[in-house]
């Protein structure tokens, strides 16, 4: 335990916590979003991820001809009257909870911004182009520059959003078109991280242009991707070396996009590490994916692209989305409401450890209806959006909503001449400052629950069972092994009055299965 208590510093880290629910945040009315935007900060989350969908925004998104005079991409005010009410709404909700906005300029383009027409008229996404990409990132950009006037009290001006991110996931399929091309041996190469890099690059520029306090981030990488070429989505870290005009064994590309390469430019590196069918800590088996439990892979071979100079600086990592759903709200899921919460913990602890990773997020505050899907009640289909929400989507709060107000993770370790120990990580949300705290176990015959003293890092009384938190409200402790137990933490508000934890059971020796990791008789594996 010393190792990991004395480790890295991770005991003084902060992190932020975003959340991203454009359902609940661009389609609900003004004191709807207010309210969520409450409820959510209430919670503890530090920032709301928010979409600029550039077709939703754009005028004529189905037409193949740019827009006529007087509109001009790159100013808000020609577009479609009210067309921003809704960003505008939630840009405002957000910060006046409290917390911070941070805006994707995401998906999907106007057929007028695109050179080849997709099957579904409203996901336009082939060959996007860059320089239209870029006059919208300067629209929006201005927009957000805290020196616009808000169209509904034209004395003051909109707040500022000083986080962008350049698309969603382009090595997914769905958001960026193509992910490969044809070589001229027969076989394929990666193409997205081509168009990427262009439009990337545009919005770059656009932004830093608008204002140099704005934060850039590269990537919304999905985790995983095709391990055959020329199908699906291209792996992240492939699509990542691509991006960087490098080889598997970071040589400099031999390709036409790659002639007029300059190191990539952005203030961070943002990253979906979800790996929604097994536990947070199973590695995946195909080395060019990178799920939460190999945040190593990514954080390595950014540090090795910086070496190389093929990235302009480091880059931390911004986990900006991440979930579990849950079986009870999709019967085709793999694991119960209780294993949801507790994996809330337990990612947020993988990321918390990793010493570049600066933010954690959970997608969706509430569930999405199946009900919306349109499809035949039962079926797979019916059940084709998410059910990651903290909330189900008839407003029940889930064992979720306070597995993220009050993260915790135990499991038993090794601690050296053959004793164990139980790791115990955890973090008081919302608000900042240390905060009183205190661990217990239940007792296995009478299922009371006990207090006890812990060691690590504390101002408090080490014979006693409370101790501080850090000032961003995590603690990282220790405690004797006793064999299988389950534990949960508390904090004392300042009327004195325990919040708790959900409750997390340890196996009795270090490397057994979690027993909240175990799908249940009747799951999938």
Not at 349 to 366: E, G, H, I
Not at 494 to 514: F, K, L, N, R
Request: charged share 20%.
């Amino acid at each position: 335990m010393s190792l990991i208590l004395a480790g890295t510093g991770v005991g003084t880290k902060y992190m932020d916590t975003v959340v991203q629910d454009d359902a609940q945040f661009l389609h609900r009315p003004a004191a709807a979003v207010q309210a969520n935007a409450r409820r959510l900060a209430d919670l503890g989350a530090t920032r709301v991820r928010l979409t600029a969908g550039w077709s939703a925004l754009a005028p004529n998104p189905s037409s193949r001809k740019v827009p006529p005079a007087p509109f001009d991409a790159s100013d808000s005010r020609t577009y479609p009257k009210g067309a921003f009410t809704s960003l505008d709404t939630a840009v405002k909700a957000t910060i006046g909870a409290g917390m911070k906005p941070m805006i994707d300029l995401a998906f999907w383009a106007p057929r007028w911004a695109v050179g080849k027409p997709a099957p579904n008229p409203k996901r336009q996404r082939y060959f996007v182009d860059a320089a239209a990409f870029g006059d919208f990132a300067t629209a929006v950009a201005r927009r957000y520059s805290g020196a616009y006037p808000d169209p509904a009290n034209p004395s003051r001006p909109l707040p500022a959003v000083r986080l962008f991110t350049t698309w969603n996931e382009p090595n997914h399929p769905s958001f960026l078109m193509p992910q490969w091309i044809r070589t001229a041996a027969g076989g394929f190469r990666p193409e997205s991280p081509h168009v990427y890099r262009a439009m990337h690059n545009a919005a770059y520029d656009a932004i830093k242009k608008v204002s140099g306090l704005d934060m850039v981030l590269i990537g919304g990488t999905a985790s995983t991707g095709s391990a055959v070429p020329g199908r699906g989505g291209v792996p992240p870290l492939q699509f990542l070396r691509a991006l960087a005009c490098v080889d598997a064994d970071l040589k400099p590309l031999n390709v036409p996009e790659c002639a007029n390469f300059a190191p990539l430019r952005a203030d961070g590196y943002a990253h979906h590490p979800y790996s929604r069918l097994v536990a947070p800590d199973v590695s995946d088996p195909f080395t060019d994916d990178a799920p939460i439990a190999d945040s190593g892979r990514l954080d390595d071979l950014l540090r090795r692209l910086e070496l190389a100079g093929r990235i302009q600086g480091h880059l931390p990592v911004y986990d900006t989305e991440y979930g579990y759903e849950s079986r009870q709200d999709d019967p085709f899921q793999p694991f119960e409401r209780d294993q949801q919460a507790a994996f809330i913990g337990w990612s947020t602890y993988l990321a918390w450890k990793d010493p570049n990773t600066v933010m954690m997020a959970q997608f969706l505050l509430r569930d999405i209806d199946p009900a919306e899907s349109g499809y035949k009640r039962g079926t797979r289909r019916y059940y084709r959006d998410w059910q990651t929400g903290l909330y189900a989507a008839d407003g029940e709060a889930k064992p979720a909503a306070q597995a993220f107000k009050l993260p915790f993770w135990a499991q038993t370790e090794e601690a050296g001449l053959g004793a164990k120990s139980v790791l115990l990580f955890g973090q008081v949300r919302p608000g900042r400052g240390a905060r009183t705290a205190f661990v217990e176990r239940q007792d296995p015959v009478s299922g009371a629950w006990v207090p006890i003293v812990t060691y690590g890092p504390s101002c408090g009384d080490p014979s006693k069972p409370e101790f501080l938190t850090n000032r961003a409200g995590f603690f990282l402790r220790g405690a004797p092994a006793i064999g299988a137990s389950t534990y949960r933490f508390a904090w004392e508000h300042e009327d004195g009055t325990p919040e708790y934890s959900v409750p997390i059971p340890v196996a009795a020796e270090p490397g057994d299965p979690v027993p909240l990791a175990v799908p249940r008789p009747g799951q999938r594996k």
